[in-house]
T-cell receptor, first 114, second 115 residues
């Protein structure tokens, strides 16, 4: 089974609107961390936000927030007030208790329309 | 400016060539990683180094040979590659392997094309 699943290969959003990028994960380890990264066309992976499995509250970082639903094993990224510069690939990732392992999803390509 | 620098940015090589990819991190991290990113596939972890010691080899073919002389530098030596090895190779670093909440910081990658 895939460790990280991103079911939206591509998404469109109007500038200034909010958008939710889906991510579900699979682990039996009680201790894990979830990450979202942004990859512009230049190639660099940019860290956006982190959620720990024991965190009680959803993580927020500026315009980024993480909708963490532990029972459903989902960690969706919400981007508020989309900007043209948000157009990029977005990857969800998980780090399990064995910290050598870092799993990435297949990504969602977000296009922000003016 | 990224704290993780990869050179070269682009590399074209024949299947019989020998080349090396270089990664340098200026963040004081102790763990470094090599990833392969192929089109329409998830990022694949290749190698993990922690305090210069290799802790993970994710069943990578021996034509890829990593080297980590110190915590700041990581190399990937390439020899007799195949066309399917054409991909973006990303280097990353993190504080260590103990801090679960510490993200990995990535370089811009080397785009490798095998003729």
């Amino acid at each position: 089974a895939q460790k990280i699943t991103q079911t939206q290969p591509g998404m469109f959003v109007q500038e200034k609107e909010a958008v939710t990028l889906d991510c579900t994960y699979d682990t039996s380890d009680p201790s894990y961390g979830l990450f979202w990264y942004k990859q512009p066309s230049s190639g660099e992976m940019i860290f956006l936000i982190y959620q720990g499995s024991y965190d009680q509250q959803n993580a927020t970082e500026g315009r980024y927030s993480l909708n963490f639903q532990k029972a459903r094993k989902s960690a969706n990224l919400v981007i508020s007030a989309s900007q043209l510069g948000d157009s990029a690939m977005y990857f969800c990732a998980m780090r399990e208790g064995n910290f050598n392992k870092f799993y990435f999803g297949s990504g969602t390509k977000l296009n922000v329309k003016p | 400016e990224t704290g993780v620098t990869q050179t070269p940015r682009h590399l074209v090589m024949g299947m019989t060539n020998k080349k090396s990819l270089k990664c340098e991190q200026h963040l004081g991290h102790n763990a470094m990683y090599w990833y392969k990113q192929s089109a329409k596939k998830p990022l694949e972890l290749m190698f993990v180094y922690n305090f210069k010691e290799q802790t993970e080899n994710n069943s990578v073919p021996s034509r890829f040979s990593p080297e980590c002389p110190n915590s700041s530098h990581l190399f990937l030596h390439l020899h007799t590659l195949q066309p399917e090895d054409s991909a973006l190779y990303l280097c990353a670093s993190s504080q260590d392997l103990l801090s679960q909440n510490q993200p990995q910081h990535f370089g811009d990658g080397t785009r490798l094309s095998i003729l």
